[in-house]
């Protein structure tokens, strides 16, 4: 059964300042992988995904995610975060027949 | 367009109690999800439904929670009776279409909590 590992469940990192969270993947056989956001007081929501084609996926407000087969990785990272990317983020997992699976969460913290 | 409309935000009941969650999808999202999402933990599927059929309910205790989707569009999860440990936040999500590589979009949750 496919299981996903967020190592870090909080980081907190200054304002402008790189960040990079970790998400490692048990199972690679045919699988998706996706980070959803959930800023405080609201819903998990779609940040980016990987399905196919290039390994680097992007999303709009400046994060980005490498597939790595041989490493089964799929860290999230950003160049120089701000104030507003403060939330809780959820690395998830889906493999063939299987549930859509997440990670534990890493919260992050930036610091003016 | 309205997102996943969830009811109520919070409950607070004693134990013994029951309980019940409503949630409305996004309009056209044949397949909804309910999760639930303990303190510090991702969350963890409890029922998935294709329209009106549960096609995935493994992880639904079903001595003491149930869930409904009668016409296929809004759904009702019941706990009763409720305890202790129940008290988590349980998120409704719906997609459009079965595959697993859609985007879920989430409601903001019902934060139960049980005395």
């Known amino acids: 059964a496919q299981s996903v590992t967020q190592l870090d469940s909080q980081v907190p990192v200054f304002e402008e300042a790189p960040v990079e969270l970790r998400c490692n993947y048990s199972s690679s056989v045919s699988v998706y992988l996706f980070w959803y956001v959930q800023y405080p007081n609201q819903g998990l929501q779609l940040l980016l995904k990987y399905l196919s084609g290039s390994t680097l996926v992007e999303s709009i407000n400046g994060f980005e995610a490498e597939f790595n087969k041989s490493q089964t990785s799929f860290h999230l990272r950003k160049p120089s975060v701000h104030i507003s990317d403060t939330a809780e983020y959820f690395c998830?997992?889906?493999?063939?027949?299987?549930?859509?699976?997440f990670g534990k969460g890493t919260r992050l913290s930036v610091i003016a | 367009e309205a997102g996943v409309v969830q009811s109520p935000r919070y409950k607070i009941i004693e134990k013994k109690q029951p309980v019940a969650f409503w949630c409305n999808p996004i309009s056209g999202h044949n397949t909804l999800y309910w999760y639930l999402q303990n303190l510090g933990q991702g969350p963890e599927l409890l029922i998935r439904?294709?329209?009106?059929?549960?096609?995935?309910d493994s992880q639904l205790p079903k001595d003491r929670f149930s869930a409904e989707r009668l016409k296929g569009v809004d759904s009702t999860l019941k706990i009763q009776p409720a305890e202790l440990g129940d008290s988590a936040v349980y998120l409704c999500?719906?997609?459009?279409?079965?595959?697993?590589?859609?985007?879920?979009?989430f409601g903001e949750g019902s934060r139960l909590t049980v005395l």
């Open positions: 999500a719906s997609s459009i279409g079965t595959s697993g590589t859609g985007e879920l979009f």
């Open positions: 998830a997992a889906y493999s063939g027949n299987t549930p859509l699976v």
């Open positions: 439904y294709e329209n009106e059929e549960a096609v995935d």
